[in-house]
């Protein structure tokens, strides 16, 4: 799927804000939130419902990148929201 045919499509449909939660965040979760973010949208990555086999670089990813390009949560934060 082209990049922009998916973010144009998502633009259309006035969805401002995506939710983030995967098992691999230096792969799927990192890529996505990055693709997400370069189309200006809302970024919500929930912390703990992401996993990686290495703690560092879990710590590391929330707290260099995420944190700079989205808005990092936690599951009981963002059922209170809804």
Known sequence: MCRYRNGF??????????VIAGIVINMGVESA???GW???YNMIVVEFACSVLNTKRHQSTFTHLFSEISRVTQTHNL????
């Open 9 to 18: 499509t998502y633009q259309k449909k006035n969805i401002d804000n995506i």
């Open 79 to 82: 059922l209170l929201e809804l």
């Open 38 to 40: 370069e189309f200006k």
């Open 33 to 35: 939130v990055r693709y």
